[in-house]
């Protein structure tokens, strides 16, 4: 199955977020233990947490594609039988 642009841009974007989340995590950790490890544990996790939820939207956008693919492919299949039934 050939991907569109779309998707190539979405399944991208769910890969290069993972690495952002990953390395995010560890330089906010790094900055904020300075303060406290306490807050720099909070911080982290208040990061992975919003990081995850971008993924998820984007995990969304890319369901939400195939989706509509598969609605329009239904769509031309009931339009055939409608088409042969009301002959």
Do not use: C, N, P
């Not at 990953?22 to 303060?35: D, N, P, Q, R």
């Not at 939820?53 to 339009?79: G, M, S, Y």
């Amino acid at each position: 199955m050939q991907k569109d642009i779309y998707e190539k841009i979405i399944s991208f974007l769910l890969g290069a977020s993972w690495a952002i989340v990953l390395f995010g995590a560890l330089i906010t950790f790094k900055i904020f233990i300075v303060y406290s490890l306490v807050f720099a544990i909070i911080s982290t996790l208040f990061y992975i947490f919003f990081s995850l939820f971008l993924i998820l939207i984007l995990d969304a956008l890319l369901v939400h594609k195939q989706r509509l693919q598969e609605a329009k492919k239904q769509t031309k299949l009931l339009e055939k039988i409608y088409a042969k039934h009301t002959k």
